[in-house]
T-cell receptor
């Protein structure tokens, strides 16, 4: 039971490049979330999903896209990387009947 | 709007007790969380309060007063491994379902000998 896994752990991108951050869970949770955490700041919600085929914007969605084709996977896409997207990205899941959100180990992204 | 305030840094001595305060002003409220985050790692769940009062779990306790928009995390018998950032977060329901967590910036706790 791996819980929530994220790949890659680290990535350096050049301005204008694109990439996909992967998030996979084996907990069969309906809700999934993407957060970003800038240095010395709290986490901010980028996108979320309440189930396969359903996604919605969070607090800071600009510059990102998501999809949810299966319960297990919730990838986050950066199309045109910008230095402002340098951050640590955390994926989280939550069961319908629970209040706790379970976080993945994070992806540290640098855009130069 | 959402506003969550907590001290930036605190220092305490091993074996002592420390209280980390959090005040919040949010448009919705469905519970308050405390998370622990060690440097370079993911946040891990410590406590959840949705009703007023004190919740105790081992060396950690959390208190909530909804009328005052106030919570605190109490850590007893401090250990060196408790050195970490402590994040206060308020949960609110999202219109499409699910729950949004709004986080404070975190309190960096340093435990010294």
């Amino acid at each position: 039971n791996a819980g929530v896994t994220q790949t890659p752990k680290f990535r350096i991108l050049k301005i204008g490049q694109s990439m996909t951050l992967q998030c996979t869970q084996d907990m069969n949770h309906n809700y999934m979330y993407w957060y970003r955490q800038d240095p010395g700041m709290g986490l901010k919600l980028i996108y979320y999903s309440v189930g396969a085929g359903i996604t919605d914007k969070g607090e800071v969605p600009n510059g990102y896209n998501v999809s949810r084709s299966t319960t297990e996977d919730f990838p986050l896409r950066l199309e045109l990387a910008a230095p402002s997207q340098t951050s640590v990205y955390f994926c989280a899941t939550q069961d319908l009947s629970e209040y706790e959100q379970y976080f993945g180990p994070g992806t540290r992204l640098t855009v130069t | 709007g959402q506003n969550i305030d907590q001290p930036t840094e605190m220092t305490a001595t091993e074996g002592a007790i420390v209280q980390i305060n959090c005040t919040y002003q949010t448009s919705g409220f469905n519970g308050l969380f405390w998370y622990q985050q060690h440097a370079g790692e993911a946040p891990t769940f410590l406590s959840y309060n949705v009703l007023d009062g004190l919740e105790e779990k081992g060396r950690f306790s959390s208190f909530l007063s909804r009328s005052k928009g106030y919570s605190y995390l109490l850590l007893k018998e401090l250990q060196m491994k408790d050195s970490a950032s402590y994040l206060c977060a308020v949960m609110d329901r999202l219109t499409g379902g699910g729950n949004k967590l709004t986080f404070g910036t975190g309190t960096q706790l340093k435990v010294e000998l």
